[in-house]
Structures are given as C-alpha cells and as structure tokens.
C-alpha cells in the first residue's frame, strides 16, 4: 500500500476576474519511508498542490477534480473536521518562513504542545516532557530555558528547527516542507537539511519537499517530480532527472545552476530560460513549455505530451520522447522511443 | 521596569501640577465669580467673598489652593454650602458614573470585539457589510439620540426597563447601551482591521495545519494578535466613559458625577471644578498606565523602558 496516491488532482482559484487553473492535473505516489521533491519555478502549482493534499487551500482555492489518497482513505471527500484531525497528526507541514510562521505571542512550549494535547490526549505535564526531547533531537541547546522563551528570542535557524520540531512531535507518517530552507543562510540551510535527513532515518517519516533550489534536492531526495505551468513534466529518481534528464525545462532548469567545479565563470556563463511561464486563467492548449522551448514542435502547441516511459521509474512529459519525433532532442536520437 | 516605573511617577505628577495651574487660573479668566448670581446685598456678598478667600489676589488664592490640597484639603463646594469637595461629591457620586461606564465599557468591548472578529472573517460579505452599518450608525448618532429612541421605544412604549432611576441592573442596560455606541464602533473597526491581516499571517496558516480547533485557531492566535490597538484604544476609552456624561446622566436621572462636574463650571464652583479635575486628571493617568502594563503582558515583545 503506498502512502499517499495524488490521481489526476486539479485545483482552481475562483477571483472576481475568472478561473485560475494553478494544478492542471497531476498524479503523484509516494511510499512509506520515500522523500519526493517537487521542483519548477514560482507559480507551477509545486505548493498550491500540496496544500490542496492538507485541505489548506485559501478560501478562493478549490479542488475540482481528481483524488487524494492517503493509505487506504480518500481524504479528498473529508469533511473539515475530519482534515483537521489528520493535519499536524498524521500529515504535518514545514514551512518557509521561519520568521512569521511562530505566533509572536505564544512561548515556543506553547506552540510545541498544543496539536500533541489535542490530538493525542495527553497532560500538559507529558507534552513538555515531550516538547523537552524533541527540542533537543532537534539540535536546540539549553531545552529548558528555551522552551519558555519567545520567537523573537530565537535566530532564524533555531526558529525553523522549533518548526520542526513542532511537526515532528506528534510522530506523523508524513512531512510537507514548502520550501523550509529558502529564508535561511546558507551555512544554515545545510544545517537544516541534514538535520531533516538525519530525522526522516531515525523516526521513519516520509517527506514532500518544495523548493525551486536543485541543490537541496539532489542532497536529500530519492524522487523528483519536475513541475510546470500547473502540470508535471518530468517525473523519476533523482539521479535520472539530474544525469538524464529527457525534458527540455529540466535541462533549461540545470543549466541555471552555478556549479563552483567550473574553473573560468566566463567560460560557462548562466544561461536562463527565456520569456514568461503561461497564463494560468488561459493556460495553453499544448505543453506548457513550447513556448519558450528550444526545441517544439507543431504538436508541441497544439496537444500536451503523453508520458513517455524513459525506464521502470522514469517518465517524461514531452514529444522529443517520440520516435516520431521531427526535431533531434538535445539528448540525441538514441533515446527516443 | 522599577526604574519606568518612577519616572513614569515623576512625569504624572508634573502633570498634575501643570493641570491644576492652568485650571485654576483659567476659571479665574472666566467673568463672574459663585456668588454673583445669589440674590444677596453687595455687603453680604463681599462677606461671603472674604469667607472664601476671594478678596485676596489671584497668585495670593493659588499658593494657599496648593498649600491645602498638599494637606489633603480640597475646602467645600462653594454653592452647596458645607458640603465637602471630595467627601460629599466626588466619592459619593463618581460610583454612579463608574459603575454604569463599566457596564457600557464591557458592552463595547464584547460587542465590539464579536463584530470585528466576525466581520474580518467574513470579509467582504453580508455579515461584514452588516456590521461596518453598524461601527458607522454607532458613530455618527449622538448618544442623546441613541439614548431618547431607547427611552422612547423600550422604555416608554414597550416598558420593558424602567425610564430613570438608578437602583437595579435593568436600571444600567438603556444608559450603557447609549453610551457605548462610539466605543463599539471603534473596537468593532480597529479589530476587523486588524483581523483581516492577521487572518492571512504565515503563523495563522501554521496554527490550521496543526488541524487546531476552529475557536482555538480564532481565539487564541487571532484575537490576541488583533487586540493590542483595542488595548491602545481602552486607555481614552476607559477615561472617557467612566468619567461620567452629562448628557446620558441627565436624560436617565442617573445621578453622577457628570452633570455635577457640568453644572459646577457654569456656577463658577471653583472648588469643586479644581477638585474634579484633579480626580479626573489623576485617573485618566492612571487608566493609561495601566494600559502600558497591559500591552506587556499580552505582547512578550514590547518591554517597559524609556527612551527618554
């Protein structure tokens, strides 16, 4: 039984000037122990799909087709006390602000036992015991004087491990961090990162990680799915997408990476995509990507791409795939199938 | 904060004196005196003058005026003979005043708070649109209005609550009612104001992904996040209503502190407007400080200290 089973979810934004198709329809499985990153620009649909799985969807935000489901329930059909007893139990949310994402107001202890005394019925005196030991697992030192201080007297690094801590602490079987190291310096965002690798080993939880940073993928996930214009368009274990990527935006997407291994930076300079992601109230009849696509084709604008089976795991979203195909992909010919 | 806390002391007290130079010497400016319109010979009026010390000259009048309220002694009113400033009318009926502007205090701060909270919430619909009808007709009708239309209505037609009077709780309703018509209004703009950011913040969002309570999630992070401009706002509020007013007082025989603080101006009462001031000015210092002590205990970010 898998985890968590995304099949053909759509959701839409309803504003005063018309319909926002953010999540065009994507399907997405996730086993017990697996750490699935989901990478695209801003506006892809990466966390609004996410939030769509936790039912915490602004108010103008709704499903309007597919299902999720997590274990063996369809929680798309929960009511909203039933998502609420699941939220922050069994399926818990990082996220990117570590600065705004504390109440200002309430000590850390408070905001690290109240979901535990709700949802698993203990006294205050065992959740602090508990919000003690998972302080420190975190890596927060001096857990007793801490857990009665406030956000403002934590840094930002000790901010965002208190968030983990908070959704770690009822034990959940699974993690969505959106986007839970892009406020952080550098040297902290590392910190973070193993920090959440060393965590998902030792208490066995599963992870969804946002981001738009490659780098934090390649480090800790086992599964990529590349997402754009509210569809995904490449979708397999990370070390495929990253050395054999068979999508044009994924490979557009690896390109403007730095890598420091490169000796000159004039020799091998940025190169960004060119022109504008698609209109999301009008989204384009065809790929999402031909437009700014080196590489498209007639159909390209016309249909949207099948997935074409690359390997047992690996799927790609675009026509290059295509034995048919007219243009030669960048990978070469030899691929295509 | 033991250091704020004196400077704070100092700083009032500086206040004070400040107001009781400016109203004394500000009743003087104003013409005719307490006995000008007593129908008594010109001798017995200069009697009367020379008992009060009213001959002498005005500074002469202010140093001994300080000298006595150092002792303790605010002298007796000047029209309603023998009585005592202090004794027999600021603390017998200032509990009057007190008592009905605590009751209309708490009906604009429940009030309000609800209002505000539901109309945030609801942002943009009926509910909001029923209730910023509301925070508006509460501002810009008078309390005398209020107050008549309730007298008329519930107390005259329906007689429901009894029209004047001051000796049961069914006694207080129409006055308070009355009376909080701006506080309401005000509490119910500044929350939804508030509340509408609030709503949206990040930790609000964090608060429904720990799958909270709905009340818990309103309640507890965002009402108190949306409170301190209340808070801000309780400090003038409180003052202003617990004061006493003169025009609710009147309309409902509430014998307050309000009409007597009126009608002691107009008969040029030195002694019990410089009493009364002073009262006033001491507790309008008072509710503010209070208010400050407040703000720290609702936000751990805000510490006492001055800049100064």
Redesign the interface.
């Known amino acids: 039984m898998k985890l968590l089973q995304i099949i053909n979810l759509h959701t839409s934004f309803f504003t005063h000037i018309g319909e926002v198709k953010a999540v065009r329809g994507i399907s997405l499985e996730l086993s017990h122990g697996g750490v699935l990153g989901i990478v695209g620009e801003s506006g892809c649909g990466k966390s609004v799909s996410m939030l769509s799985v936790?039912g915490?969807l602004a108010e103008t935000g709704k499903i309007t087709e597919g299902q999720v489901i997590f274990e063996d329930r369809d929680i798309t059909k929960y009511t909203?006390k039933q998502?609420?007893?699941?939220?922050?139990?069994e399926i818990?949310?990082i996220?990117q602000?570590p600065m705004?994402?504390?109440?200002?107001?309430?000590?850390i202890g408070s905001q690290l036992t109240?979901?535990l005394i709700?949802?698993k019925r203990v006294t205050r005196g065992e959740a602090r015991k508990r919000a003690l030991d998972m302080l420190r697992l975190v890596g927060i030192p001096d857990a007793e004087k801490r857990i009665n201080q406030?956000p403002?007297e934590f840094s930002g690094g000790m901010r965002q491990r208190a968030?983990i801590a908070?959704s770690l602490i009822c034990r959940p079987k699974l993690i969505i961090a959106d986007e839970p190291t892009t406020a952080l310096d550098v040297t902290i965002q590392a910190q973070i990162l193993d920090l959440m690798k060393d965590l998902r080993a030792r208490l066995d939880t599963s992870i969804i990680l946002i981001t738009h940073d490659l780098g934090v993928v390649a480090d800790i996930c086992s599964r990529v799915a590349v997402m754009y214009g509210g569809l995904i368009v490449e979708l397999g274990p990370a070390r495929d997408i990253f050395y054999h990527s068979r999508h044009p935006y994924t490979l557009g997407l690896m390109k403007s990476v730095p890598n420091p291994r490169t000796k000159s930076a004039a020799k091998e300079k940025l190169k960004p995509i060119d022109g504008q992601p698609p209109d999301l109230f009008k989204p384009p009849p065809g790929c999402p990507f031909a437009p700014r696509c080196d590489y498209a084709m007639k159909i390209c604008l016309r249909a949207p791409s099948p997935f074409y089976k690359i390997s047992e795991e690996h799927d790609s979203a675009c026509f290059l795939n295509d034995r048919n195909a007219s243009v030669t992909a960048p990978w070469g010919k030899e691929g295509q199938s | 904060m033991g250091r704020y806390i004196l400077d704070r002391f100092l700083a009032s007290l500086l206040t004070i004196f400040v107001v009781i130079t400016l109203t004394f010497f500000l009743m003087r400016l104003m013409p005719g005196g307490p006995f000008t319109s007593e129908r008594i010979t010109e001798k017995a009026r200069e009697a009367m003058n020379a008992k009060y010390g009213l001959d002498k000259p005005v500074v002469e009048q202010y140093v001994i005026y300080l000298r006595n309220i150092l002792h303790g002694d605010f002298g007796t009113s000047m029209i309603f003979k023998g009585k005592e400033v202090t004794g027999d009318i600021i603390f017998q009926f200032f509990p009057n005043s007190a008592k009905l502007g605590i009751v209309s205090v708490a009906l604009s701060l429940a009030a309000g708070l609800g209002l505000g909270l539901l109309a945030g919430a609801r942002q943009g619909r009926l509910a909001d649109k029923a209730a910023t009808l509301i925070a508006t007709l509460g501002i810009t009708i008078p309390s005398f209005v209020i107050g008549s239309v309730l007298l008329y209505t519930v107390g005259v037609r329906l007689r429901w609550l009894p029209t004047t009077g001051f000796t049961s709780w069914r006694h207080y309703i129409m006055p308070a009612a009355a009376l909080s018509g701006i506080g309401l209004s005000f509490i119910t703009r500044l929350t939804r104001t508030k509340y509408v950011e609030v709503k949206n913040?990040?930790?609000m969002?964090?608060?429904?992904?720990?799958?909270?309570?709905?009340s818990?999630i309103i309640f507890?992070?965002g009402l108190?996040?949306s409170i301190l401009p209340v808070i801000t706002y309780m400090g003038p509020l409180i003052a202003n209503v617990l004061t006493g007013s003169f025009v609710i007082e009147r309309l409902f025989a509430v014998p307050g502190l309000g009409s007597d603080f009126v009608q002691s101006v107009s008969r040029r009462d030195y002694s019990v407007v410089m009493g009364v001031v002073i009262f006033y000015c001491i507790f309008i210092i008072a509710c503010n400080f209070l208010v400050d002590i407040l703000y720290v205990v609702?936000?751990?970010?805000i510490k006492l200290q001055n800049n100064a």
């Open positions: 936790t915490l909203d998502m609420a007893r699941l939220r922050g139990n818990s949310m996220f602000d705004t994402s504390l109440n200002p107001l309430l000590s109240e979901h709700k949802h406030y403002h968030m908070a | 913040s990040d930790f969002r964090t608060a429904r992904a720990k799958g909270l309570d709905k818990t507890k992070h108190r996040n609702v936000d751990p970010r």
